[in-house]
């Protein structure tokens, strides 16, 4: 089968990758000229574990090619968009202005019958508005449309392409259905559960997704938040949570509030396609108003944490990106934190495995980027671990005591153990657990120093 995918971003590439893998023949169309350059040079713009490989490969086995324009791939059995879908700036909606824009250039592209599938996150109706532009546009030729939304996340896409927990299609068409299903056969017959439903059915599944795991996270939080004021334990109930096979274990780690790509453009899109179809989601809109409190107030954690002024302080942040293995710092709680903190007076020094290249030029000239942690830590009177990436994990607490000038630690991820950070001499302050005497006790007396200063 020969399938084109317009867009060469995150979803694109993973997504023709992975379909290449499974035999398809693949053509990516990337029209920015910097990133098709790149990646006709086997150069990745984004960082994906795994991708860069699966790439090269498909490349060498003929069946993954690049193109920069739409009119090159006309011979295709299936076109899908996998195009950007941002938050329309000032009302939330999804933009939709390069999904449209690569409709009409398909449109005068085709030479024949194609499915059209949109990959990217698109409000539901969207499909259907498609089948009528092209209907308007191509009256001459028989182009279904149909919903096939992605599920991957960014730093294991490559799993949860080729062992989805469910492959999503959603379409009036039985050819486009069939079509697509053969597609995906490679993994269904391994087992893959395959869920063929109308177009905003489909469409619809991936925002309900996207809504439920977010109101997840902001459940975890608000809990993490009562733990702390009555003395119970974040991880614990998690767990407790989890192992009721109803709610299940996922999605549970409390944290400074979810960010990226999708979860904060799709909740706030989800609350205007509910309010626009005269049904408003007031758990959505909670959840949307929830995680922004949420990571607003983890800079005022963090500047009480350091005695009520960090004015003047050396701050260490480890941990740009809004999750580890990605380079992704797109809504990234990391980067609110900073700017206030910097706002206030810090000194802040920032290191992140993979994403202070992006972070430099969404953050303040003054905040000094490090080549590793112990950089970055280096007579720091605070540490503030906002990403959990697994080599922070492998932080050595006597070491960073006697790598920083103060002892404070808010460790947002809860990647440490309480104890044995106290243990080593440090103030330590984790997420959903009542702060432990010592550390009010430090807290007071920081306070008592900072005021007679
Ligand atoms: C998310 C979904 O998980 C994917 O299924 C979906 O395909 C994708 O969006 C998309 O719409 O394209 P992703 O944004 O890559 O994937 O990352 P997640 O792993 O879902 O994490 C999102 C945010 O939630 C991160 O900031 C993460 O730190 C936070 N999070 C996640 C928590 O705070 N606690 C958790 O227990 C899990």
């Avoid at 409709?103 to 194609?114: G, H, N, R």
């Avoid at 063929?196 to 809504?211: D, F, P, Q, R, V």
């Avoid at 007071?444 to 200063?453: F, H, I, M, P």
Wanted: proline share 5%; hydrophobic share 45%; aromatic share 6%.
């Amino acid at each position: 089968m020969r399938i084109t995918i317009v867009g060469g971003g995150y979803v694109g590439l993973v997504s023709g990758a992975c379909f290449a893998a499974l035999g398809a023949v693949v053509t990516i169309v990337e029209v920015d000229q910097g990133r098709f350059t790149a990646l006709r040079e086997g150069r990745m713009p984004i960082y994906e574990p795994g991708l860069e490989a699966l790439v090269a490969t498909s490349r060498t086995a003929g069946r993954l090619a690049f193109a920069d324009s739409i009119e090159e791939v006309a011979d295709t059995d299936m076109v899908f968009l996998a195009v950007g879908t941002p938050s329309r700036r000032g009302d939330g909606h999804a933009d939709l202005t390069y999904v449209f824009e690569a409709a009409e250039q398909v449109a005068a592209a085709l030479t024949k019958p194609v499915v059209l599938v949109t990959k990217s996150t698109v409000p539901v109706g969207t499909g259907r508005r498609l089948a009528e532009l092209m209907a308007l546009r191509r009256p001459d030729l028989a182009v279904s449309v149909a919903s096939n939304p992605e599920f991957l996340r960014e730093g294991c896409a490559i799993d949860d392409f080729m062992q989805p927990d469910r492959i999503v299609i959603g379409s009036d068409s039985a050819t486009a259905t069939a079509m697509l299903c053969e597609l995906y056969a490679p993994l269904t017959v391994k087992g893959a559960r395959l869920l063929a439903t109308g177009l905003e059915t489909a469409e619809m599944i991936k925002y309900a997704a996207n809504s439920f795991l977010a109101m997840k996270i902001a459940f975890i939080n608000e809990m993490a938040d009562m733990c702390e004021k009555l003395g119970a334990e974040i991880g614990d109930i998690a767990t407790g949570l989890g192992l009721d096979h109803r709610i299940g274990p996922q999605f549970l780690q409390a944290g400074p509030g979810f960010g990226g790509s999708c979860f904060p453009k799709d909740t706030q899109a989800m609350v205007r396609i509910a309010q626009d179809a005269g049904a408003p989601s007031r758990l959505v809109e909670t959840v949307v108003a929830v995680n922004e409190a949420r990571k607003a107030a983890m800079s005022s954690r963090i500047i009480a944490a350091c005695g009520g002024v960090v004015r003047g302080k050396r701050i260490a942040i480890l941990g740009l990106t809004f999750k580890p293995d990605t380079d992704d710092i797109r809504d990234s709680p990391a980067l609110g934190i900073i700017h206030r903190l910097v706002d206030e007076g810090a000194m802040v020094s920032a290191y992140d495995p993979m994403g202070c290249n992006h972070a430099r030029f969404q953050l303040p000239s003054r905040v000094n980027f490090c080549e590793d942690s112990q950089q970055a830590l280096q007579g720091a009177d605070a540490l503030i671990i906002v990403t959990e990436w697994n080599e922070f994990k492998m932080l050595d607490p006597v070491a960073i005591h006697q790598a920083m000038r103060g002892h404070v630690v808010v460790d947002l991820r809860n990647i440490f153990h309480g104890p044995t950070m106290r243990a080593a001499g440090l103030v330590y302050y984790g997420i959903g657990s009542a702060p432990s005497p010592l550390d009010v006790r430090a807290e007071a007396e920081t306070q008592r120093l900072s005021y007679a200063g």
